[in-house]
């Protein structure tokens, strides 16, 4: 099912994400305040020497009538190499 032990990781984060907005949009409905999540676009934010990929996604909504764009928070994953290990921060 998944290739790399960390997709079910970002899986399981994206989905928790996406059941934060969900909820917040609820919640804004429930007081009245008009909520509509136009789009939810991944987007590579770096790549790293050492095989990591730092990811994140932007979600684009409309709250009483004016458009945001929310950025996700960052994360990454490392595909597992032979080889030293370089840090990075």
Known sequence: MFVNP????????LMIWGTYFITYRFWCRRKGISVEILSVKPRIIKELPNFTVIYGYDVKYLLNGVEYTAQSLEFYITVLVPGPMIPYS
């Open 6 to 13: 960390w997709q079910f990781c970002v899986a399981i984060v």
